[in-house]
């Protein structure tokens, strides 16, 4: 992971008590060098910060694809504007425009031609016959609403008892709103119903220069066909053979592949053209709350969030402070989390648990030999404002391994040996370890009473051992574990040994 260190000195205080002046020293992420890779992320993308820094901030509520997406253009990529689908370019005429709704970027369109897609074998517009529920969502932001301006435009011919019958989709600017026209595009040749041409009428004046987002959907279940501008429904009709819910359904049945035609006679942004081959559904996240409002939000009312990669330290790290450089809009929030241990390998997504922590609090107990950062970045309660995180500055201090005493003493019982010793000169010990063992220099005993060596003894300067084996030969040793971690242990004191005899 990159990260910038750097060095300070702190005061550390335990309890109150002033125990010594140690080095600190700091982890940037993000900043200078910019943000490193995460270990995951959600709904985030980088953007400029403060002093002209890389920064996290909330994506955008972009388009996603999923298992039911026939096409997307979203012209994020320079060279070509289809993000995904089994479609050829044919021509495009379109410009991007970082005046964008969803993602980096928009088709922006100056009415000289626009942009030209050909449906291959097995996509919704390349495939003859029968076709099931389908979805079309674009994001649109005119220059000028004038009639007759063209959004999208379908036009074919199906062979109908060896006649060739015209078939046309069309959408298009009529008095300030969209009107989309079907010619010949519903199956009705078994019914008596009349849906030789379908229109469906929008309702509500778009407005020059102002975003606003649309779906047509069809439901090959109920035979709803629906015509939606920001989630409010405008137009809607059931190609039923009664017209009705509860008639059979009329399903679309599309003639010989021809090109799809998009903004070829308009002047304005389009912004993720998508197509679906399901009935249009709220995303998962919709909640009452943003009935009617959650399709045209700039931003995931969820928010996004970050898990950094586990950062290496050293042996015995305790976390100071965690220091944001950011940006808070009104109603927005980045909250933050770390928690640390020493072996990543066994961490899971809830252990070790995470801490809660603000920029700037003095943190107490983040001690080990990794640390890892989470972050959840949420946005105002309208989805249109992101926070923006430019920099995570992380304050530590490295815990020295605390000195062993330095007198040390054994004296034999019978069946026991009591250890004493004099109380360490540093001032950061917070007990002690006594290790004991039947060899010079291995501390493996495992046959006293009181437990396996190491015994943790805690902060005293005498105890005995007992259970062990009169006549046979001890050898023991001493050392300090720190008042801030007990597992930051120091060095063995001098060994010591005594012999248990039965006499005493």
């Known amino acids: 992971m990159k990260n910038c260190i750097r060095k300070s000195t702190v005061l550390v205080v335990l309890s109150g008590i ?6 600190a020293k ?39 694809v999923d298992e039911n997406t026939d096409l997307l253009i979203n012209f994020e990529a320079l060279s070509n504007p289809v993000a995904y689908g089994d479609y050829e370019l044919v021509t495009n005429n379109l410009k991007r425009s970082d005046q964008t709704q969803m993602g980096k970027f928009a088709g922006l369109s100056r009415n000289i031609g626009g942009l030209s897609i050909l449906g291959q074998p097995g996509s919704f517009f390349g495939t003859e016959g029968l076709k099931g529920s389908f979805c079309i969502e674009f994001w649109l932001c005119p220059s000028v609403v004038e009639n ?3 959004i999208v435009n379908w036009e074919s011919s199906k062979n109908v008892n060896n006649q060739l019958i015209y078939q046309m989709i069309n959408a298009s600017f009529v008095s300030g709103h969209i009107e989309w026209v079907f010619t ?13 041409e379908v229109l469906l009428k929008g309702t509500s004046k778009l407005v020059p220069q102002k975003w606003s987002y649309h779906v047509l959907s069809f439901d090959a279940d109920t035979g709803l066909l629906e015509y939606k501008v920001n989630g409010i429904t405008e137009d809607m009709r059931f190609m039923t053979d009664n017209g ?53 939000t700039m931003y995931v009312p969820t928010g996004g969030k970050f898990v950094s990669k586990p950062i290496l330290i050293s042996d015995g790290s305790m976390l100071n402070s965690l220091n944001a450089e950011m940006n808070i809009p009104e109603q927005t929030e980045i909250c933050f989390y770390v928690r640390s241990g020493d072996n990543y390998y066994g961490w899971t997504e809830d252990y070790p648990e995470w801490k809660p922590v603000t920029s700037g609090q003095q943190l107490k107990g983040v001690t080990g030999l990794y640390f890892q950062i989470a972050a959840e970045l949420l946005p105002d309660g309208d ?53 004991y063992g039947s060899r010079p220099g291995e501390y493996l005993g495992r046959f006293a009473v009181e437990g396996d060596s190491p015994i943790n003894v805690g902060a005293v300067n005498s105890y005995t051992i007992t259970g062990l084996e009169n006549g046979r030969i001890y050898y023991f040793a001493v050392a300090a574990w720190s008042a801030f971690d007990d597992r930051i242990v120091g060095n063995l004191s001098k060994e010591v040994f005594a012999r248990p005899l039965g006499r005493y």
């Open 244 to 296: 009705f819910e509860n008639g059979e359904v009329c399903l679309v049945l599309m003639g010989t592949p021809s090109s799809l035609e998009l903004c070829n006679e308009y002047t304005g942004e389009i912004d993720d053209f998508k197509i679906s081959r399901s009935p249009y559904e709220l995303p998962d996240f919709q909640s009452p709350e943003y009935a009617g409002k959650i399709e045209h």
């Open 18 to 23: 002033l125990l010594a002046v140690l080095p």
């Open 148 to 150: 007759g301006e063209v």
């Open 184 to 196: 010949d595009i519903f199956d009705a040749s078994y019914t008596k119903s009349d849906l030789h």
């Open 383 to 435: 989805g249109k404002s992101s926070p923006t995180l430019t920099q995570i500055t992380l304050d530590y201090t490295e815990l020295p391994e605390p000195l062993p005493p330095f007198i040390v003493k054994a004296v034999a019982g019978n069946g026991s040996v009591t250890v004493s010793w004099s109380y360490s000169v540093d001032d950061t010990v917070g007990g002690y370890y006594l290790y």
């Open 26 to 64: 700091e982890i940037i992420l993000g900043g200078q060098k910019g943000w490193p890779a995460f270990q995951s992320e959600e709904n985030l993308a980088r953007g400029k910060g403060r002093y002209g820094y890389e920064c996290i901030q909330l994506d955008t509520n972009s388009f996603t």
